[in-house]
């Protein structure tokens, strides 16, 4: 089940955070609750990306994204992700979730999302791949178009290793699924 009211909190809670620019980091706190652990008494894997979800639903919210996403019928939508868990985190404690636009190019964002502990130890490390559907359009818009129509003049950098292998990776994945 979805946590509705993280959700409800992270959207309620989003203008005082003050707007998203590129660059910035969006910083949400969380102590795994009984909701969110597995039989091994620590946070499950699916609710990583749950809150990876929220992470990314903060930024869209503060940069205006889902204001214009509306007004254009555009969908935000993931392509895939990656994720390695380093650390544990157990019932009751309290971490945070630091989720960045690291760069883009072409149709596709490329989204860090960092769990660290209330020790500052990383947890578990997600990154994305996501892009902003046109549906009037029927295509997927270039990112530039999209950070050009949030009022916004910021440059994507090159990707650096670790992102050039993951959208690769992702790209032969998806090829590899529409065939089947």
Same mark, same amino acid.
């Given at each position: 089940?979805?946590?509705? $009211? *993280?959700?409800?909190?992270? #959207?309620?809670?989003? !203008?005082?955070?003050?707007?998203? %620019?590129? /660059?910035?980091?969006?910083?949400?706190?969380?102590?795994?609750?009984?909701?969110?652990?597995?039989?091994?008494?620590?946070?499950?894997? $699916? *609710?990583?990306?749950?809150? #990876?979800?929220?992470? !990314?639903?903060?930024?869209?919210? %503060?940069? /205006?994204?889902?204001?214009?996403?509306?007004?254009?019928?555009?969908?935000?939508?993931?392509?895939?992700?990656?994720?390695?868990?380093?650390?544990?985190?157990?019932?009751?404690?309290?971490?945070?979730?630091?989720?960045?636009?690291?760069?883009?190019?072409?149709?596709?964002?490329?989204?860090?999302?960092?769990?660290?502990?209330?020790?500052?130890?990383?947890?578990?490390?997600?990154?994305?791949?996501?892009?902003?559907?046109?549906?009037?359009?029927?295509?997927?818009?270039?990112?530039?178009?999209?950070?050009?129509?949030?009022?916004?003049?910021?440059?994507?950098?090159?990707?650096?290793?670790?992102?050039?292998?993951?959208?690769?990776?992702?790209?032969?994945?998806?090829?590899?699924?529409?065939?089947?």
């Amino acid at each position: 089940m979805y946590v509705w $009211a *993280r959700l409800i909190k992270t #959207a309620v809670m989003a !203008r005082r955070r003050g707007i998203y %620019r590129m /660059g910035d980091e969006s910083r949400l706190s969380f102590r795994c609750l009984p909701t969110d652990i597995d039989t091994n008494m620590h946070l499950n894997n $699916a *609710r990583y990306m749950m809150l #990876a979800d929220l992470g !990314r639903i903060d930024i869209f919210l %503060r940069a /205006g994204l889902i204001g214009l996403a509306r007004k254009n019928s555009w969908a935000p939508m993931m392509g895939g992700l990656q994720s390695v868990f380093v650390r544990e985190i157990r019932l009751w404690r309290q971490f945070d979730v630091v989720s960045t636009v690291e760069t883009w190019e072409g149709t596709q964002v490329i989204g860090r999302h960092e769990f660290i502990l209330d020790n500052g130890v990383t947890a578990a490390l997600v990154l994305t791949t996501a892009g902003v559907y046109d549906a009037r359009n029927r295509r997927f818009l270039e990112i530039d178009e999209v950070i050009a129509a949030l009022g916004s003049e910021a440059k994507a950098r090159a990707p650096n290793e670790a992102e050039r292998i993951f959208m690769q990776s992702h790209a032969g994945l998806r090829s590899l699924a529409k065939k089947g």
